[in-house]
């Protein structure tokens, strides 16, 4: 069974950038297709970027478009989210999740392997 951690979240000001790592242990993760999500403070939980199993197909929301991007690097076992001109909207706690063979689903239900999250902060 695949283990999710994400790492690289931390305290940025506006306009600058982090990037956000889903490292896997367990299992090879090149067969599985992986989803971030994001839940800001007391908001719902929502999609930000997804990469299937193959990397072929990838989907962003669409108010981050152009400043997010989702890449996997599977020789590392990690995937990969570039975040760019941040705002303080962008404060949340995000997690990465997964799932065998998936594809780049947006919906939280497809996946059945969460990790713990990150704290992302940007300050204005």
């Known amino acids: 069974q695949v283990q999710l951690v994400e790492s690289g979240g931390g305290l940025v000001q506006t306009g600058g950038s982090l990037r956000l790592s889903c490292a896997a242990s367990?299992?090879?993760?090149?067969?599985?297709?992986v989803g971030w999500f994001r839940q800001p403070p007391g908001k719902e939980r929502e999609s930000v970027a997804a990469?299937?199993?193959?990397?072929?197909?990838?989907y962003y929301a669409d108010s981050l478009k152009g400043r997010f991007t989702i890449s996997r690097d599977n020789a590392k076992n990690t995937v990969y989210l570039q975040m760019n001109s941040l705002k303080p909207e962008d404060t949340a706690v995000y997690y990465c999740?997964?799932?065998?063979?998936?594809?780049?689903?947006?919906?939280?239900?497809?996946?059945?392997?969460w990790g713990r999250g990150t704290q992302v902060t940007v300050s204005s």
């Open positions: 999740a997964a799932r065998r063979f998936g594809g780049s689903s947006s919906s939280p239900a497809v996946y059945n392997i």
């Open positions: 367990g299992r090879t993760f090149s067969d599985y297709g």
């Open positions: 990469i299937s199993w193959t990397g072929s197909s990838t």
